[in-house]
């Protein structure tokens, strides 16, 4: 991911890495090793629910 391209790669401590759609399908991977880093998709959960309103579908 392109650093800026969404909020949730500006991150300082646990930004957007990577991210893969396929139709409805949405991986999405960030950094961190510990505790607080396994569980940071909670804190974007604004992003991600943008992203798959834009990807539309039923």
Excluded: N
């Excluded at 890495?17 to 396994?38: E, Q």
């Amino acid at each position: 991911m392109e650093r800026g391209s969404l909020p949730a790669t500006l991150d300082p401590q646990f930004p957007l890495l990577t991210r893969a759609d396929k139709g409805r399908l949405h991986i999405w991977g960030y950094g961190g090793d510990d505790l607080h880093g396994h569980l940071t998709h909670v804190r974007h959960i604004a992003d991600i629910w943008m992203a798959l309103d834009a990807a539309g579908g039923d």
